[in-house]
């Protein structure tokens, strides 16, 4: 069956900008989270979506990122005022959790602020 | 704060060659703890989930075991193939629903 799929799978944007980044899970997943990875770290958490709620958003790094999902399916990460320390590939994944507690990721979108 | 720290940061070896990563854990009651495997370029592949110590998993080469303070990932006459870095996560019963990752155990197999 079809996987998690992220668009675009590179992104390169100028200091400033506005960027989003799309994740769109497997079919009837409950669950979505974002992670970013950058060079030389691990996995960092974002943000967990059950439904179309946010119930932990502890792991965005300022107010300017922000994310949202809709019908609960598609979600939308979007970074405002882009930094250069916010170059890093922003992995999504997605779980049932009714069946168990195994993420599944996404190829990732690799965004390098320039 | 749950935390994992995986080592080696890397390791070589021989086709042929076994070998064992770790993977240490600190968590407020495990829920359960992950393996993936990284391919440059790409997402975390699911590999396993551990959810009590004592117990343990097979998938082709690779079995995983868990205690109360670490997971080990064995590699039995690894391929070329097999290359690639492997992540373990954990996840806990503190309130939130994140995996916490380890900085990975980047595997090369040399034919």
Excluded: M
């Excluded at chain 2, 993977?23 to 997402?43: A, E, H, I, M, N």
């Excluded at chain 2, 551990?50 to 006459?77: C, N, Q, V």
Aim: aromatic fraction near 10%; include cysteine.
């Amino acid at each position: 069956g079809a996987g998690v799929s992220q668009s675009p799978s590179n992104k390169v944007t100028e200091k400033g900008k506005d960027v989003e980044l799309r994740c769109d899970p497997i079919s009837g997943h409950t669950a979505l989270y974002w992670y970013r990875q950058s060079l030389g770290q691990g996995l960092e958490f974002l943000i967990y979506f059950q439904g179309n709620s946010a119930p932990d958003k502890s792991g965005l790094p300022s107010d300017r990122f922000s994310a949202e999902r809709t019908g609960g399916s598609v979600s939308t990460l979007t970074i405002q005022r882009t930094q250069q320390e916010d170059s890093a590939v922003y992995l999504c994944a997605s779980s049932s959790k009714t069946v168990s507690y195994e993420q599944y990721f996404g190829p990732g979108t690799r965004l390098t602020v320039t | 704060e749950d935390q994992v720290t995986q080592s080696p940061e890397a390791l070589r070896l021989q086709e042929g060659e076994s070998s064992s990563l770790n993977c240490s854990y600190t968590v407020s009651g495990l829920r359960g703890l992950f393996w993936y495997r990284q391919d440059p370029g790409k997402g975390p592949e699911f590999l396993f989930t551990l959810y009590s110590a004592g117990e343990e998993k097979e998938k082709e080469r690779l079995k995983a075991t868990l205690t109360k303070k670490e997971s080990f990932l064995h590699i039995t006459a690894p391929k070329p193939e097999d290359s690639a870095t492997y992540l373990c996560a954990v996840f806990g019963q503190g309130g939130s629903e994140k995996l916490v990752f380890g900085k990975g155990t980047k595997l090369t197999v040399n034919p």
